[in-house]
């Protein structure tokens, strides 16, 4: 007897269809799985004939072969456990066939029987639904994760028989209720409790209004962490699609599944945009995303929110290099012997960092760094990726006195409507064309974006001779005063943007390489 | 002269040790051709001092001399005529001279201008402008080459148009520290760089403090700018002290741990700077006034007047201008970039402003 199984496997965040065949006939009695299968794979047979007989299920003394096809993609995951059982059974002929069409099985089993959750349920589903299938049948603990999926019939199961019943047509009810997943990312914390720090909050407001990337110069305690986690709180809200191709990446990294312990809902989707802050030992493979089958990094995890790197300089060079290729194409292509996969990575990073080891340059009555030490510190970061930061900006430590005023500072919903603004006049700006912020503007076409008037230019070239600029700052100043004269709905760069945009131009190497 | 060359690269034998010695055989020549049982007689020296003068005969003085030549660099020993008169007076004075450019006249009135190398904008001001006022009017201005105040005072004193010459704790011929390349070579043009150390040595840890004996020795007045509790710099004021020469102190704020050397000096009983032109009547030498603040005022709009008061001689990063003057930073940074270019104000670091002095 012959039976198929649809099934899938995940593929960066979308997934590769995948048929089990199952055939049982006379001859020795073994149970042999063929299709270029990885350990775990090959496991599945001891995992699915144990779990069987302990629902009370004897396989028959017959030969059973099980064949996974197409058989030049190499079968990695445990999610296959659940479709090679519901392919023997069917063989056997103990659940019908036809209920078997149309369906995608995947989740992993244990010899009790009991099914386990899986990672990266999302995308099989939401293809599957796309690919036309009529329902998927999913570990219990995964179901709320693929119903954000809508529009196909999600079944959880719990054990195997569970789905036999289910797959007979026996009435069967969903034991646990779907938990809510968007529940979760509510109470963000709001700009309106940061008093003080006009010049930060500006240019806070600024960056996302351009979608620059920022860079918090200032000693400890001056309150650069607290400000970069209200910084998603300003961005205009995830959009249906965005948080669709969020929810893939989350799936595939495990975090909305139910946790393993069967605690209540452990679900991670952030409704708002995510914000991540790794910690500075973090791995080229933990940023990037990487492993034998790789799995997405934080800077993945950020797709469509805040990364934040405290401390920059401590992170390792090699670490911080990878980001260079990701910021420009907004995906990281991961290649591995196992075969390459692609994750978005759209995120605005949001770095800070101390001006020394100590954290007083430049207040040189209290710094007691050297002038070797304190250019030791400030070059550990690579010169390419400060390029790719448009603003960068010093927060200073708060005195007391103004703590002790208690004042609120504007509110996040106020800011983010001036926000929402500034991204619909770029969007109208920049339709057609292959980028939609003011921070992509390709060098090329400054000059068609960003015009200045005659008047302008001579100011700005005082301005460049003063600080002796580079090419690359003068661009960069350029994009920011597009990015303030679209805060102030104008049409036109004018003079108080450029002088603003000054300000926000990257440390230079004069200001401690002086005499 | 090779003699004496000669003589200043023995090892093993102290400057005083040789001063005494040319004393006592006439010249360095004389002590050159003494043999070696005439050494073994010299009851000045010790046992291993005389074996050290032996060994040093048997070595080439003549190629290192004639290099010196080739580097531009002339010798001078003690008892030459070119050999400055203040430090001949010095019980420790160096044997021997390295000069790349000129020496100082020794006609002028020499002021040492020295600091710490970590220093404020305060100090910075404070050197730059002291060596420039004092340069301008013919005051020769030495000091080490460090980075921070030292570098001020030679870059204040060639702005000034005045000489200015620079006391190395290396040889002569190395820039030390290297990043002040610019104003090595500036110094060279117009004024400059001695060393009691042979071209080519590295600078030590050792050679610093031994360094600023003749600094102090070659001045009639020394100036610390700011240093901290245990500065190196004190070393200087210490010297100075020693040799009987006057030590003026820029005082500074009791909270601020760069002025703690200075406000020590000056506790002790050294002269207080209390402007440059102040301290030009000091000297005795004839001043002009300051630009007067009213006077700045009236060239000035209203809120450039306002952003020019709040901006003061200690660097004022744009957060706090923000809070005291109350303006947008739109305006603000448009203020302040009229007034960097029209030379009210200086950017000391990035936002971060002082007023010009």
């Not at chain 2, 531009?72 to 160096?94: H, K, M, N, Q």
Request: with cysteine; net charge neutral.
């Amino acid at each position: 007897m012959y039976s198929i199984v649809s099934t899938a496997i995940v593929s960066g965040i979308r997934s590769i269809p995948v048929s089990v065949e199952a055939d049982v006939s006379d001859g020795m009695p073994v149970f042999e799985m063929v299709g270029f299968l990885s350990p775990e794979v090959r496991e599945a047979k001891e995992r699915v004939r144990t779990a069987l007989r302990n629902c009370g299920i004897m396989l028959p003394a017959k030969r059973i072969t099980v064949n996974f096809t197409p058989a030049d993609i190499r079968k990695s995951g445990s999610s296959f456990d659940l479709p090679v059982a519901a392919a023997v059974l069917a063989a056997l002929g103990l659940v019908p066939k036809e209920g078997l069409t149309g369906c995608l099985f995947a989740g992993e089993v244990g010899l009790s029987g009991d099914v386990k959750t899986v990672p990266g349920i999302l995308p099989m589903v939401a293809d599957a639904k796309e690919r036309g299938m009529r329902c998927c049948i999913v570990p219990a603990g995964n179901r709320s994760e693929a119903a954000l999926a809508e529009g196909i019939r999600i079944c959880g199961v719990d054990s195997i028989d569970g789905m036999i019943r289910l797959l007979r047509g026996d009435p069967w009810q969903e034991k646990e209720a779907p938990f809510n997943i968007e529940a979760t990312g509510e109470n963000t914390p709001d700009f309106a409790e940061i008093g003080g720090q006009k010049l930060v909050r500006r240019a806070c407001e600024t960056a996302v209004s351009g979608m620059h990337n920022l860079l918090l110069i200032g000693p400890p305690g001056a309150g650069k962490t607290m400000i970069a986690k209200r910084i998603p709180s300003i961005l205009p809200p995830l959009e249906k699609e965005e948080q669709m191709e969020l929810a893939r990446i989350y799936s595939v990294s495990g975090l909305l599944m139910r946790s393993a312990a069967g605690r209540t809902a452990s679900g991670l989707l952030p409704a708002a945009r995510p914000f991540r802050a790794p910690h500075h030992t973090i791995s080229v493979q933990g940023l990037a995303g990487g492993g034998a089958r790789p799995k997405p990094g934080e800077i993945s995890l950020a797709h469509k929110g805040v990364l934040f790197l405290d401390e920059l300089p401590e992170f390792q060079k090699k670490t911080l290099e990878i980001l260079r290729q990701p910021l420009e194409e907004k995906c990281v292509r991961l290649v591995r012997l196992s075969g390459s996969c692609e994750y978005p990575a759209d995120f605005m990073l949001v770095a800070a960092m101390n001006p020394c080891k100590c954290g007083w340059y430049p207040d040189m009555q209290r710094c007691t760094c050297s002038q070797a030490s304190v250019r030791r510190y400030l070059e550990r970061v690579s010169k390419p990726l400060l390029d790719r930061i448009d603003i960068s900006v010093e927060a200073q430590r708060i005195p007391f006195e103004e703590l002790a005023k208690g004042e609120r500072g504007e509110a996040s919903g106020e800011i983010r409507r001036r926000v929402t603004a500034a991204h619909q006049m770029q969007r109208e700006r920049y339709r057609g064309e292959a980028f939609s912020y003011n921070s992509q503007i390709p060098a090329a076409r400054i000059r068609e974006f960003c015009a200045l008037t005659r008047e302008q230019e001579t100011y700005m070239e005082q301005i460049y001779q003063r600080l002796e600029l580079s090419a690359r700052a003068y661009h960069k100043i350029l994009k920011v005063a597009r990015t303030l004269a679209d805060m102030d709905q104008e049409k036109r760069i004018e003079k108080r943007h450029l002088s603003e945009a000054v300000c926000y131009r990257g440390l230079d190497q004069k200001y401690w390489e002086r005499p | 002269m090779k003699e004496a060359y000669w003589l200043a690269n023995v090892r093993g034998i102290s400057a005083r040790k040789k001063r005494r010695l040319v004393e006592t055989a006439g010249s360095a020549r004389d002590v050159y051709s003494l043999t070696e049982r005439q050494i073994r007689r010299l009851a000045i020296l010790t046992a291993a001092e005389q074996d050290a003068l032996i060994a040093g005969k048997a070595c080439d003085a003549d190629r290192g001399y004639a290099a010196l030549g080739a580097q531009g660099i002339t010798f001078v020993s003690i008892g030459d005529e070119d050999y400055p008169d203040r430090l001949t007076a010095l019980p420790d004075a160096p044997f021997g001279l390295y000069v790349k450019g000129r020496l100082p006249d020794p006609e002028r009135k020499q002021v040492a201008v020295v600091g710490a190398r970590m220093c404020s904008e305060y100090g910075r001001a404070a050197a730059t402008e002291l060596g420039r006022t004092l340069a301008g009017l013919g005051v020769n201005i030495i000091s080490g080459m460090a980075r921070g105040i030292d570098a001020a005072g030679h870059e204040g004193a060639l702005a000034g148009g005045g000489y200015t010459c620079a006391v190395l704790g290396c040889g002569a011929d190395v820039c030390y520290p290297a990043s002040n390349r610019r104003l090595y070579g500036e110094i060279l043009e117009t004024g400059g760089v001695i060393s009691e150390y042979p071209p080519g040595t590295g600078p030590l840890p050792g050679y610093f403090p031994q360094r600023n004996r003749i600094i102090a020795g070659l001045s009639d007045v020394v100036i610390v700018v700011e240093a901290r509790e245990r500065s190196g710099s004190l070393i200087t004021a210490d010297c100075a002290l020693e040799q009987g020469k006057e030590i003026y102190a820029v005082p500074g704020r009791i909270y601020d741990p760069l002025s703690a050397g200075c406000n020590n000096l000056i506790r002790q009983g050294a002269g207080i700077i209390a402007g440059a032109e102040d301290f030009k009547k000091e000297l005795g030498l004839c001043g002009q006034t300051m630009v007067q603040e009213s006077f700045v005022n009236l060239l000035l709009e209203k809120n450039d007047r306002l952003v020019y008061s709040c901006v003061d001689f200690r660097p004022k990063n744009m957060e706090k201008l923000l809070d005291e003057t109350g303006l947008m930073l739109p305006e603000l940074a448009e203020i302040l970039e009229r007034l960097t270019q029209n030379g009210f104000i200086t950017e000391t670091f990035k936002n971060c402003y002082i007023r010009k002095i």
